[in-house]
């Protein structure tokens, strides 16, 4: 139904005649869901698994400027750590900032999620 691209590997699909195709780590598979879990499925067994991600989010209702420093001070102790900040705005009464922290390990990520809160509420009051 295409023409693969040199040195792809079929990905079998059992629902329909439309395979999918890998090249290294890239996997391209149909738009359609149902066909994308079957090839999916199928892939499953071969993919390689890496150390569980562990995630949090904080969120609160403060300028994400007033905390930056806090939040890079953090992200220089924590160094394994992933620290994403997300501000919105839905309005003058309504905005804040998102932070999802991400990493490896768990104490790690409960330890920066902790001192993220802590931050957040010591300028929630400005």
Same mark, same amino acid.
């Not at 066909?35 to 698994?49: D, G």
């Given at each position: 139904?295409?023409?693969?691209?040199?040195?792809?590997?079929?990905?079998?699909?059992?629902?329909?005649?439309?395979?999918?195709?890998? %090249?290294?780590?890239?996997?391209?598979?149909?738009? %359609?869901?149902? %066909?994308?879990?079957?090839?999916?499925?199928?892939?499953?067994?071969?993919?390689?698994?890496?150390p569980r991600l562990h995630s949090r989010e904080v969120?609160?209702?403060?300028?994400?400027?007033? %905390?930056?420093?806090?939040?890079?001070?953090?992200?220089?102790?924590?160094? /394994?750590?992933?620290?994403?900040?997300?501000?919105?705005?839905?309005?003058?009464?309504? /905005?804040?900032?998102?932070?999802?922290?991400?990493?490896?390990?768990?104490?790690?990520?409960?330890?920066?999620?902790?001192?993220?809160?802590?931050?957040?509420?010591?300028?929630?009051?400005?």
């Open positions: 139904m295409t023409v693969m691209p040199a040195g792809a590997t079929l990905i079998d699909n059992t629902v329909s005649a439309a395979p999918g195709f890998q %090249i290294e780590n890239v996997y391209v598979m149909a738009g %359609i869901p149902a %066909i994308m879990q079957a090839m999916f499925k199928n892939l499953m067994p071969t993919l390689r698994k890496g969120v609160g209702a403060v300028v994400e400027g007033v %905390i930056a420093q806090g939040l890079e001070d953090l992200d220089k102790a924590y160094p /394994h750590v992933e620290i994403g900040s997300y501000p919105y705005w839905i309005s003058e009464t309504n /905005h804040g900032v998102r932070i999802v922290i991400k990493g490896t390990n768990e104490n790690e990520v409960t330890r920066v999620e902790n001192a993220v809160t802590d931050l957040m509420d010591r300028y929630r009051a400005l």
